[in-house]
């Protein structure tokens, strides 16, 4: 089975465009979250998403949405991009107690 | 604050020797995972280990729990220049789902031939 699979896996965007990320769960998983990590930290929950609605939300600006769709994948858009959005953008799958990621899309912000 | 802390931040060890890594937190957890992230890429699950359980094992890997103290710690057995990465411990305090992970700041871990 493919793990999670993210795009792109880079991304370059200049200050106040927006954003598209993409995600597609493991084959079976319900849940998606996203995370954000900035360089030299630990993942920082963004949203979590199961059957199609936002289950959960971490501290993050309205410029920040997503969505999930009917086969479960999954879009993180960002809004009016600044440098401090910067970061690598994770995906996470699960169907029971284990959240499984993928390889990230790096989003720089010039 | 749910994060974990973990301790030390960063690790140097010559191949073949353990490597520990502590994770500490303030809160009731349903669960504890730990990760392997290398280069900045994507996260790795390397083992669950529930709140009713005190030691797992997997491989070289061993995972304690201590809830009464609140904290964890994994141990790399015998590790080799493959292990050099960073390592995440992630508290699920939400439904136990993995819904919502919070993670500590990592150990960078260094294995020198």
């Known amino acids: 089975d493919a793990g999670v699979t993210q795009s792109p896996t880079h991304l370059i965007k200049t200050r106040g465009q927006h954003v598209t990320l993409r995600c597609s769960p493991i084959s079976g998983h319900k849940s998606v979250s996203w995370y954000q990590q900035v360089l030299g930290q630990g993942p920082q929950f963004i949203f979590q998403?199961?059957?199609?609605?936002?289950?959960g939300r971490g501290n993050f600006p309205d410029r920040f949405s997503a969505r999930q769709f009917p086969n479960y994948s999954s879009e993180l858009n960002v809004n009016a991009l600044l440098l401090g959005d910067s970061a690598l953008y994770l995906c996470?799958?699960?169907?029971?107690?284990?959240?499984?990621f993928g390889q990230g899309t790096r989003l720089t912000v010039v | 604050s749910q994060q974990g802390e973990e301790d030390p931040q960063a690790l140097s060890i010559q191949e073949g020797e353990n490597a520990t890594m502590n994770c500490s937190y303030k809160t009731s957890i349903n669960n504890l995972q730990w990760y392997r992230q290398n280069s900045g890429r994507g996260l790795v699950h390397l083992i669950l280990i529930r709140s009713n359980e005190r030691e797992k094992h997997s491989g070289r890997l061993r995972v304690t729990l201590d809830t009464s103290k609140k904290s964890s710690s994994l141990l790399i057995t015998a590790s080799r220049a493959a292990d050099t990465a960073s390592y995440f411990c992630a508290l699920d305090a939400d439904t136990g789902t993995a819904s919502k992970l919070t993670f500590g700041t990592g150990t960078r871990l260094q294995v020198t031939l």
């Open positions: 996470a799958s699960s169907r029971w107690a284990e959240a499984f």
């Open positions: 998403y199961y059957e199609k609605e936002e289950r």
